[in-house]
């Protein structure tokens, strides 16, 4: 009979536990460092300093700089998604109107975050890049949704969604730099010329009949 103590999973559990939630502390650290202050502006010194933190702990959890940066877009990025494709018990038009006003909630209060995920990283980032395709295919998932209940979309109609939200982000970086609307009206504005689009997919596409608020002009 082997009478030798079997390995204890519980501590290594905890400890991993643990290494989760220190990795989230940073990252919500570092989402407030970059907050408004680009990738360039802040050395690994200047983050440790500021984090109160070794800067050897950063790159234990990301390995370099970049793996921290990305780390930090991808948290903000799950944040954004999250927050654009709440609302499922709401009427569609509803849960569009909510989106758009998420979206527009979250590049105000994540400056740096979004001008990073909209222009692509530092560079040509392909990671970035793919991240930023990824926050856009969720969007247009979510306004199809609310326009035709669906997410799967002919290519046409996915064509004029994904332009739409091209233009939301130009606008939107316009409007964050120049913040001389409200947030209310600059989200009234967008849902409207979504409306425009919405109507030009059921000129090219009858099957794709606009939602009737789109259809009125609202």
């Not at 990824?134 to 997410?151: D, F, H, N, P, Q």
């Not at 504005?189 to 608020?213: C, F, N, Q």
Request: aromatic share 8%; net charge neutral.
């Amino acid at each position: 009979m082997n009478t030798s103590p079997q390995p204890a999973a519980r501590p290594r559990a905890r400890g991993t536990e643990r290494s989760t939630a220190r990795r989230a502390e940073l990252i919500a650290i570092g989402r407030r460092l970059f907050a408004d202050t680009s990738y360039d502006a802040l050395s690994m010194d200047d983050i440790a300093r500021q984090a109160h933190v070794a800067k050897g702990l950063i790159y234990y959890y990301f390995q370099s700089k970049r793996g921290y940066y990305l780390a930090i877009i991808q948290d903000s990025v799950a944040e954004l998604i999250t927050l654009a494709a709440g609302g499922l018990e709401l009427p569609p038009v509803d849960r569009v109107q909510r989106t758009v006003d998420s979206y527009l909630r979250y590049a105000e209060h994540n400056q740096a975050a979004y001008r990073t995920i909209v222009s692509g990283g530092v560079g040509f980032d392909t990671e970035v890049h793919a991240i930023r395709d990824g926050v856009r295919a969720a969007v247009v998932a979510t306004i199809a949704e609310g326009a035709y209940g669906r997410a799967d979309v002919t290519p046409l109609a996915r064509m004029a969604l994904l332009a739409w939200v091209c233009s939301v982000e130009g606008a939107t970086l316009e409007w964050i730099d120049r913040p001389e609307l409200p947030r209310a009206t600059m989200c009234e504005l967008l849902v409207k010329t979504l409306g425009g689009a919405l109507r030009a997919i059921e000129e090219l596409d009858p099957a794709y009949r606009a939602p009737e608020p789109a259809r009125r002009g609202t």
